[in-house]
Nanobody, 119 residues
Framework: QVQFVESGGGLVQPGGSLRLSCAVS????????IGWYRQVPGKQRELVAD???????NYADSTKGRFTISRDNAKNMVYLQMDSLKPEDTAVYYC?????????????WGQGTQVTVSS
């Protein structure tokens, strides 16, 4: 069993900032990649940013330079600092992690947190 607790979503004006947090807990051996995806109604879920176990990071072109992902391996947490927010960033943001529970790695998802950018 793997649990995600996401927080930090909400309503913000264009140009503002938000910081998302995600804590992963449960019975597992290790977390490999961890990051954030987002989804709007009628569209596919898309990558926002992710972080590899080696500390590497990967960003969508639309978030590069505005969003910063970081992780705390000791606490099994990942953060997403979102600056210079735009209305098109409005979406449900999902925390996701590739986790080894037994003999293999699988991807797990949080329940999502709403981010709305509007004046």
């Amino acid at each position: 069993q793997v649990q995600f607790v996401e927080s930090g979503g909400g309503l913000v004006q264009p140009g503002g900032s938000l910081r998302l947090s995600c804590a992963v807990s449960g019975r597992f051996f290790e977390i490999n990649g961890i990051g954030w995806y987002r989804q709007v109604p009628g569209k596919q879920r898309e990558l926002v940013a992710d972080s590899g176990s080696d500390g590497s990071t990967n960003y969508a072109d639309s978030t590069k330079g505005r969003f910063t992902i970081s992780r705390d391996n000791a606490k099994n947490m990942v953060y997403l600092q979102m600056d210079s927010l735009k209305p098109e960033d409005t979406a449900v943001y999902y925390c996701t992690a590739v986790i080894r529970r037994f003999a293999r790695f699988d991807r797990y998802w949080g329940q999502g947190t709403q981010v709305t950018v509007s004046s």
